[in-house]
């Protein structure tokens, strides 16, 4: 009998968090194991119809970059990271577009269908929802760096009761171009930007930003980010993550969070718990964050 009202009491404790994103949009990044574990995806899966059924808007923004690479090595095509972004040559554009849209966006449409969400995958190149130009002036190749985010067109689709389910590829102002590999992380942040998003949650193979001792950081502002990628406490892969996270919640977004997508679960347990799971991003002058940020900056400390 115990174990019941504790699960009714788990309920009860979710009622403030179901209350205040109703009707809100919630943009999350799908990638890591969460995305290629079979009972992950299922959990996955699971928490986003969820979401749907309590009256919360999910887009969902997908990454592909392990089975990109593994397809590369298959196919013998040279891949190099800069900083944790992936210089594309055409033949690499090519094998992104095919993996991102016409494998892994089709895989997470289907299954969310299955699980009984109403799901739609489009691409960025889909009536120019994401269009781009070559970043850093080129240096990465065919990666590019978002200029523009349709965001009236996902919010159509949202209000015609569709989850979309985004592959960041991007469309170029050139025609008969290849279009542009985007990374997810900062198509994740513009698209929450572009919508007007009550947060935007990363899913990742990490409990979340540790500081150099292993201690998870629970709270960050751009002040602490700025920090600790100086002495190299976020580096490599972090970097896209973390700078989209402090870009989002500057451009208007409440709140980022990175979190760990092997936890069954993930997204509802830093959705609707009060401590969360993972690392959220704050502006120290926000007043929707509902929290005194200077305590928990102090905690971190």
Same mark, same amino acid.
């Given at each position: 009998m115990q174990d019941k009202h504790q699960k009714v009491q #788990? @309920? /009860?404790d979710a009622i403030p968090y179901i209350k205040?994103? *109703? &009707?809100? #949009?919630? %943009? $999350?990044?799908?990638?890591?194991s969460a995305q290629t574990s079979p009972e992950l995806q299922e959990k996955f899966a699971q928490d986003i119809v969820l979401l749907s059924l309590l009256g919360i808007n999910p887009v969902i %923004?997908?990454?592909?970059?392990?089975?990109?690479?593994? /397809?590369? =090595?298959? /196919? =013998?095509i040279k891949s190099e990271f800069i900083d944790g972004h992936r210089v594309t040559s055409k033949e690499t554009m090519r094998v992104v577009e095919m993996v991102l849209s016409g494998e892994i966006n089709k895989n997470i449409t289907s299954l969310l269908n299955h699980h009984g969400a109403k799901a739609i995958g489009i691409s960025g190149k889909d009536s120019a929802i994401i269009k781009a130009r070559p970043k850093d002036g080129g240096k990465f190749g065919y990666t590019g760096e978002i200029t523009e985010i349709n965001g009236d067109l996902i919010n159509n689709l949202i209000k015609e009761g569709f989850i979309p389910v985004i592959a960041p590829i +991007?469309? &170029? +102002?050139?025609?008969?171009?290849?279009?542009? *590999? $985007?990374n997810a992380d900062f198509a994740a942040s513009k698209v929450a930007v572009a919508?007007?998003?009550?947060? %935007? /949650?990363? @899913?990742t193979d990490i409990i979340g930003v540790l500081d150099k001792a292993g201690v998870h950081l629970t709270t960050l502002d751009k002040e602490q980010v700025e920090a600790y990628k100086a002495d190299g406490t976020i580096a490599g892969g972090m970097i896209p993550k973390v700078d989209s996270c $402090?870009? #989002? $919640?500057?451009d208007g977004v409440n709140k980022a969070h990175i979190i760990d997508g092997r936890v069954e679960h993930s997204i509802l347990l830093e959705l609707f718990t009060k401590d969360g799971i993972g690392t959220q991003f704050l502006r120290r002058d926000n007043p929707n964050n509902g929290i005194d940020i200077e305590k928990l900056l102090n905690e971190n400390d």
């Open positions: #788990t @309920l /009860l205040k994103f *109703n &009707s809100k #949009t919630i %943009v $999350i990044k799908y990638g890591g %923004v997908h990454g592909g970059g392990a089975r990109i690479s593994e /397809l590369l =090595e298959k /196919l =013998e +991007a469309d &170029s +102002a050139e025609p008969n171009h290849p279009g542009f *590999n $985007i919508l007007g998003a009550q947060k %935007v /949650l990363f @899913l $402090i870009e #989002t $919640i500057h």
